[in-house]
């Protein structure tokens, strides 16, 4: 079972900034094809997509944080980001990196708090 490998998750204050990198080990799949995403979820909730972006590079969000976050691809470092930007205390969570929805990050855990 292939697990991808998960970073840059902390405690920030409110409207402060986190970047998450998420990537594939080594050569064993190439993520050119495809859709990658990242996913959510806080205590006592669901699950929930926060971003994605296809193989084409369109991007998707979830509407809580248009315009705050921002997701990218580096399909030659076979790595997907998430940039956070003017982070509230709702988006604390432990947030989950996807490729294709067959391999997934083992969580990171992002907390926004003074």
């Known amino acids: 079972q292939v697990q991808l490998v998960e970073s840059g998750g902390g405690l920030v204050q409110p409207g402060g900034s986190l970047r998450l990198s998420c990537a594939a080990p080594?050569?064993?799949?190439?993520?050119?094809?495809?859709?990658l995403a990242w996913y959510r979820q806080a205590p006592g909730k669901q699950r929930e997509l926060v971003a994605q972006?296809?193989?084409?590079?369109?991007?998707n969000y979830a509407d809580s944080v248009k315009g705050r976050f921002t997701i990218s691809r580096d399909n030659a470092k076979k790595t997907v980001y998430l940039q956070m930007n003017s982070l509230k205390p709702e988006d604390t969570a432990v947030y989950y990196c996807?490729?294709?929805?067959?391999?997934w990050g083992q969580g990171t855990q992002v907390t926004v708090s003074s």
């Open positions: 996807s490729m294709g929805l067959q391999y």
């Open positions: 080594g050569s064993v799949f190439s993520i050119n094809t495809m859709a």
């Open positions: 972006i296809t193989r084409f590079s369109i991007t």
